[in-house]
């Protein structure tokens, strides 16, 4: 909010929604939700939120009449991130259509403002980004903090039906990988062409900025035979430099570094998808987990990483990517080391195996189930 005071009426108000919690009455005794009362927030879900007739309301089943105003609100809160969110959205894809038109037109000496409004561009994306995740994390500990005082459960329902089917969650890869990659593109070429000409007149060039995938890091693994999973242990020199891929939220100060482990196995076939590994905690719940470790004394976080899938999810695994470095935008002060491990063993029994079940995911599938927004934001990259 502070990089745009201007955007401010359009984040979730979240102290608005507290203050609805908090003036429930503590001996409020649950009362199942009206007739009446349920199917009007099933029109507002619809109508208001732009969700499809046939989708899962399921949520709103065991409201009881404490919870018809939270939700209310919470649905024209939402509603309202996602319609701003789709607006600047469409502002950004506009503008970068303009650019090009410009830049196309323009003589050299005028593409100078091109540059500008490109850097403006991608300074707007950025801060649309951080709108996206910020929203995303406030909404979850609403509901949080709603659950808890009424003593229900709500969260998972709603973050699966109606959070993950918005705007600003949906649309967060192409407002990144899409627009993001466009703007940064353009700005490379503008580079480029300001460069000054060697002495034979041909213009210098320098590589575009760097991609990774999924299905990139899998064609970058050496040729070795398959194991039981269908993975390949790949070499030391298939990893790269943390600092060498685009990474997220630029930080300043004193941080906390955690590592965040992205498990990746690739089924027999050359048409099978990867899949990622996500972990549920005790009875759990819908959501899910990517692992994450403190980095002990006498140990690199890339060991960190290792050591801490091998016990959680008893998982052996390889180093295969590091994909940079991104700041927690829920927890204060911390940043991520986030790294892609090939799995190359599942263990039948581990450290924390009683309390813990490992699911196998494809990428889009397993956004759908997480929780935490930088887990989100990260695998959205891959």
């Given at each position: 909010v502070k990089s745009t005071p201007e955007w401010s009426p359009y984040y979730l108000n979240y102290n608005a929604l507290k203050t609805v919690i908090e003036e429930i009455p503590a001996d409020a005794a649950p009362d199942p939700t009206k007739?009446?009362?349920?199917?009007?927030?099933?029109?507002?879900?619809?109508?208001?939120?732009?969700?499809?007739?046939?989708?899962?309301?399921?949520?709103?089943?065991?409201?009881?009449?404490?919870?018809?105003?939270?939700?209310?609100?919470?649905?024209?809160?939402?509603?309202?991130?996602?319609?701003?969110?789709?607006?600047?959205?469409?502002?950004?894809?506009?503008?970068?259509?303009?650019?090009?038109?410009?830049?196309?037109s323009q003589?050299?000496?005028?593409?100078?403002?091109?540059?500008?409004?490109?850097?403006?561009?991608?300074?707007?994306?950025?801060?649309?980004?951080?709108?996206?995740?910020?929203?995303?994390?406030?909404?979850?500990?609403?509901?949080?903090?709603?659950?808890?005082?009424?003593?229900?459960?709500?969260?998972?329902?709603?973050?699966?039906?109606?959070?993950?089917?918005q705007p600003f969650h949906t649309r967060l890869g192409d407002l990144v990988l899409g627009l993001g990659s466009r703007v940064r593109e353009m700005i490379s070429l503008e580079n480029i062409e300001s460069e000054v000409s060697?002495?034979?007149?041909?213009?210098?060039?320098?590589?575009?900025?760097?991609?990774?995938?999924?299905?990139?890091?899998?064609?970058?693994?050496?040729?070795?035979?398959?194991?039981?999973?269908?993975?390949?242990?790949p070499a030391a020199s298939t990893m790269t430099n943390s600092r060498a891929l685009n990474n997220d939220v630029a930080f300043k100060g004193k941080v906390s570094k955690l590592v965040l482990c992205v498990p990746v196995r690739y089924p027999a076939g050359p048409d099978a998808e990867p899949e990622i590994l996500i972990v549920k905690f005790g009875s759990g719940g819908e959501s899910g987990s990517l692992i994450k470790s403190t980095i002990d004394t006498g140990e690199n976080p890339e060991e960190a990483g290792i050591r801490k899938l091998k016990e959680v999810a008893g998982v052996e695994t390889t180093l295969v990517q590091k994909l940079g470095e991104f700041?927690?935008?829920?927890?204060k002060s911390t940043l991520y080391l986030a790294m892609v491990y090939q799995v190359d063993?599942?263990?039948?029994?581990?450290?924390?195996?009683?309390?813990?079940?490992?699911?196998?995911?494809?990428?889009?599938?397993?956004?759908?189930?997480l929780e935490d927004n930088t887990s989100i934001r990260i695998l959205r990259r891959l």
């Open positions: 007739e009446e009362g349920e199917e009007k927030l099933k029109a507002l879900h619809v109508d208001q939120l732009g969700l499809p007739a046939t989708a899962d309301l399921e949520v709103f089943h065991a409201l009881d009449t404490r919870s018809m105003n939270f939700y209310t609100g919470l649905n024209d809160q939402v509603a309202k991130v996602s319609y701003f969110f789709t607006q600047e959205f469409n502002n950004i894809q506009q503008k970068i259509d303009n650019a090009v038109v410009a830049r196309s003589a050299a000496e005028s593409n100078h403002a091109t540059h500008q409004q490109l850097v403006t561009l991608q300074i707007h994306i950025e801060s649309l980004r951080d709108f996206s995740a910020n929203n995303y994390t406030s909404v979850v500990k609403i509901i949080k903090k709603h659950d808890k005082i009424l003593s229900v459960s709500t969260k998972d329902r709603y973050v699966q039906s109606i959070l993950n089917l060697s002495e034979d007149g041909t213009s210098m060039s320098s590589p575009g900025p760097s991609a990774f995938s999924l299905d990139n890091i899998r064609s970058a693994l050496p040729s070795a035979s398959s194991d039981a999973l269908g993975s390949t242990v700041m927690s935008t829920s927890a063993k599942e263990l039948v029994e581990w450290k924390d195996g009683s309390n813990v079940t490992r699911t196998w995911l494809p990428l889009q599938e397993a956004i759908a189930i």
